[in-house]
T-cell receptor
Framework: EDQVTQSPEALRLQEGESSSLNCSYT??????LFWYRQDPGKGPEFLFT???AGEEKEKERLKATLTKKESFLHITAPKPEDSATYLC???????????FGGGTRVLVKP | NAGVTQTPKFQVLKTGQSMTLQCAQD?????MSWYRQDPGMGLRLIHY???????DQGEVPNGYNVSRSTTEDFPLRLLSAAPSQTSVYFC????????????FGNGTRLTVT
């Protein structure tokens, strides 16, 4: 069975304090790994797609990396507006379904 | 260009009542899907559609029906609401299935008493 586990569940950071979120996955034949950001009361918003081990993507203060077993979302010098829940999800080569992890709630204090 | 529009935003039902959650898109995407989001459970797929006239079950389909008569609309029907269906429901679309990023609506918060 496909599994996606995110850690930690919650993260409190001071503004400017860099950190990393982990997404470990068990899926046969990974097609792609996605990162989303979700603000309270809103739907998830797409951030990145990673397709193969070694791939990296960056957007402003966020950088996503991928290995054969896990992905990291690095937040560099975060600001309060980076506070959100970050979700990762995987899809495999066969099928039309996305499996989500439980998310990491990030709070950045000024 | 609204993207994905979900109605209503909030709904309270009594056990046994039925209702339809609406999802409409103006992006002309073929793939549409319904998820529910519960604390500690993440997002779970209920039903999905790869085009008009085609639907399939996801991970948690029991108690829900869908149909897709047009590209734009993908309603989710609760046949006889149960307290276990209390959740936040999201409609999500993409250009070409789950290999493309999903674009989500802002959700319907449903409470069943």
């Amino acid at each position: 069975e496909d599994q996606v586990t995110q850690s930690p569940e919650a993260l409190r950071l001071q503004e400017g304090e860099s950190s990393s979120l982990n997404c470990s996955y068990t899926v046969s034949g990974l097609r792609g790994l996605f990162w989303y950001r979700q603000d309270p009361g809103k739907g998830p918003e797409f951030l990145f797609t990673l397709y193969s081990a070694g791939e990296e993507k960056e957007k402003e203060r966020l950088k996503a990396t991928l290995t054969k077993k896990e992905s990291f979302l690095h937040i560099t010098a975060p600001k309060p507006e980076d506070s959100a829940t970050y979700l990762c999800a995987v899809t495999k080569a066969a099928g039309n379904k996305l499996t989500f992890g439980g998310g990491t709630r990030v709070l950045v204090k000024p | 260009n609204a993207g994905v529009t979900q109605t209503p935003k909030f709904q309270v039902l009594k056990t046994g009542q039925s209702m339809t959650l609406q999802c409409a898109q103006d992006m002309n995407h073929e793939y549409m899907s319904w998820y529910r989001q519960d604390p500690g459970m993440g997002l779970r797929l209920i039903h999905y559609s790869v085009g008009a006239g085609i639907t399939d079950q996801g991970e948690v389909p029991n108690g829900y029906n869908v149909s897709r008569s047009t590209t734009e609309d993908f309603p989710l029907r609760l046949l006889s609401a149960a307290p276990s269906q209390t959740s936040v429901y999201f409609c999500a679309i993409s250009r070409s299935g789950v290999s493309s990023p999903l674009h989500f609506g802002n959700g319907t918060r449903l409470t069943v008493t």
